[in-house]
């Protein structure tokens, strides 16, 4: 049987071929992160309501929950309604907070959104960022202890997945690094 060496002159060193089956193979992985993290956006459902900005001009010192209250209509369970809102109308506030509105209406602004869904970020918890990393760490010992091919299988899975989350926190944190890089000037 030859060995390594003997195939590896033989069939020729690091060539034209090679790297092009070496790009081939690699270049797929650059799309994958953006994949992973379309998910984020796909999940999302963050916390809305109704623009109902039109209520300032009566009132432009009104705090946004006055202005909520006043505006939008209230889910049976208490909260806001993320879809209607008050028809608006052209009284003087007094008149508003002594009568109330009455019909809805679809939103007709728009809408608002909260962004405390997104008050913590990858750049800001580095807990998180963590967590693929300890998930590699801990099934890639297992994998090597398995007793099995179920117990094996499972294993490589989770590391699997610790491995596409370490992948999209690395290709992210080093865009946001290359961006701030480029705006910095």
């Known amino acids: 049987m030859a060995d390594f060496g003997e195939i590896l002159q033989s069939v ?6 090679q790297k092009t089956i070496l790009f081939a193979l690699c270049f ?5 992160t953006f ?5 984020i ?11 109902t900005d039109w209520i300032l001009k009566s009132a432009a010192n009104l705090t946004t929950e006055e202005q909520l209250n006043l505006t939008l209509p ?38 608002v959104y909260s962004n405390m ?23 890639s010992v297992t994998t090597g202890l398995c007793p099995n091919l179920y117990l094996y299988l499972l294993s ?3 590391v699997g997945i610790g491995y596409g989350g370490y992948r999209l926190n690395s290709v992210i944190l080093g865009m946001l690094y290359l961006f701030i890089l480029h705006f910095k000037e």
Request: aromatic share 16%; glycine share 6%; net charge negative.
């Open 74 to 111: 209230r889910r049976e369970d208490g909260s806001f309604s993320r879809c209607r809102m008050f028809v608006p109308v052209d009284w003087d506030i007094q008149n508003i907070w002594e009568y109330g509105l009455n019909g809805t209406t679809v939103c007709t602004n728009g809408w």
């Open 156 to 158: 490589q899975f989770i």
């Open 117 to 139: 869904k997104y008050e913590s970020t990858i750049v800001t918890d580095v807990s998180e960022i963590a967590i693929p990393v300890f998930l590699m760490l801990i099934f």
């Open 35 to 39: 994949h992973f993290a379309s998910l």
């Open 41 to 51: 956006f796909v999940e999302s459902d963050p916390e809305r309501h109704c623009n």
């Open 28 to 32: 797929p992985s650059l799309f994958l």
């Open 12 to 17: 020729g060193e690091f060539g034209l071929f």
